[in-house]
Structure formats: C-alpha cells, structure tokens
C-alpha cells in the first residue's frame, strides 16, 4: 500500500518536474522575444529620431534660403515677406502690382519681377540638388529644393470662374518675365531631374487680407513664391517598415505559444 501511494507520488513528482521545466522554459523563450523586441524598439527609435532630424534640416535649409533671399532682394531696393511657417516669399503690392482684372507685368512690376529673376538667379543654384552646369545631381542626403511654386491670387471680386484664370495667367506671365531675366533658371533641378520652377494659381481662395476694402484687395492680388524641399528618406521608411514588420513577427510569439 506505501510502496503504491510513494510510486503515485513520485509520478506526480515528476509530471510536476516536466510542467514546471515546460514552464520555464517558455518564460525563458518569452523573455529572449522581448529582449529582441526592445533591441528592435531601439532601432526603430534611431530611425524615426534620424527622419526627423533631416525634416528638421529640411526646414533649417528652406528657412536660410527664404532670409538668403529678402536679404538679396532688399539689397536690390525691394522688400519683400517671408512666411517661414509656410515657406512662402510674398511679392506684395509694394513688389508687383496688378491691376483690377488683369494679369499684364506693366513698367515697375516688371522691373521688379527681373529683381526677383536674377536674386532667384544667383541663390537657387546652392540649395538645388542639380544646379545649372552640374556635372552630377546631389545624393549626400542633404535637404534638397524639390518645387517653387510661382502662385498667382486674385482678390474676391469679379467672376469666380475669370478669376481662376486670372490667377494662373498672373503665375505664367511672372515665370516668362523670371525665365526671359534668368534663363539658367530652368537648368536648376530637383533631385528627380525635374526643373524646379513651376506655377499654380488659387483665384481668391487664399486671402492674406479678407476686408473688403480698395487696399485690401490690393493685398490679395499678389504672386507668392512657395518653396518645398525635398529629403531623400525613401531608403530611411524602407528599414522603419521592415523594423516594425520584424516587431510584429517577435510579438506574435509571445502572444502564440509553442506547438500551436
């Protein structure tokens, strides 16, 4: 009779062994997946640390180019604004006046917009990853141009539908007067090989002075000049992605016990 009870006791024993060893085992394989999770979370935080610093720099570089920019220009006698916020140079009325509809560059206007030509000229060149006469385009990863948008606006009177012309008329008349100043401007490309100089135009959608008065809708009749700058961050959301793709495989075995 002692001798069976021990003989069951020593099986109960022993299946005890076995599940505790399983156990253990399992929390051992458990805490080597989250090792490799937290290995893996570090390297996502290294990636997602280093995409943000080249945005950072992408707007550090569009920031020096926009005060690079009105400093030339005010060197040129014309003052101009800069939006950082937006990447925006704001030709004003004091720059470039329109008259009430019409989109003609007419005598000071014109002047004016051959300053703008040749400043454009003389500091785009720097800041674009293929200047003109380059013999290769820049791969460092630095922030490159990638677009700037000649934007013609109108002000909010007159036909909505004229006034989309309008706008865009007054775009495409400021880049022949920029192109006929600084033709070396359309060899100054984006990474992609793309020329950098392109136009948009908004009607009177985007305001900058929404009373209606004279002097106000002097003020919405305008070109901006909106610079976008590109970085290279193709290669850098490709390991992010397989990072996290390699996160989730680690995680699903904690969550997914063996033999299942």
Same mark, same amino acid.
Not at 52 to 66: C, F, H, P, V, Y
Not at 98 to 125: H, S
Not at 167 to 196: H, I, M, Q, Y
């Given at each position: ?15 005890? $062994? ?117 013999? $290769? ?65 908004? $009607? ?57």
């Amino acid at each position: 009779m002692m001798v069976g009870v021990l003989f069951i006791f020593i099986i109960m024993l022993m299946a005890f $062994a076995l599940n505790f060893q399983k156990q253990t085992d399992r929390q051992e394989d458990k805490i080597l997946v989250a090792e490799e999770v937290g290995r893996r979370l570090d390297e996502l935080e290294t990636q997602v640390t280093n995409r943000l610093g080249e945005i950072r720099a992408a707007s550090t570089a569009r920031n020096a180019l926009l005060r690079d920019l009105r400093d030339q220009l005010r060197q040129e006698g014309l003052v101009v604004q800069v939006d950082e916020a937006n990447g925006v140079l704001r030709l004003s009325e004091d720059a470039i006046r329109f008259p009430v509809n019409g989109a003609d560059l007419i005598g000071r206007a014109r002047e004016n917009v051959g300053k703008v030509g040749r400043v454009l000229g003389r500091v785009l060149p720097a800041y674009a990853a293929c200047p003109a006469g380059a013999a $290769a385009c820049g791969t460092d990863g630095r922030a490159f141009l990638e677009t700037v948008f000649i934007e013609g606006h109108t002000d909010s009177t007159g036909i909505e539908d004229r006034n989309w012309g309008l706008s865009t008329e007054r775009a495409v008349n400021t880049f022949r007067e920029l192109k006929a100043t600084a033709p070396d401007l359309r060899r100054v490309l984006n990474r992609r090989g793309e020329e950098v100089l392109s136009v948009s135009g908004y $009607a009177s959608t985007r305001q900058i002075d929404p009373d209606r008065s004279a002097a106000a809708y002097e003020k919405n009749r305008r070109i901006d000049l909106r610079f976008v700058m590109e970085v290279d961050t193709g290669a850098g959301l490709r390991e992010i992605q397989g990072l996290v793709s390699g996160m989730k495989a680690e995680i699903g075995k904690l969550v997914t016990p063996k033999g299942r």
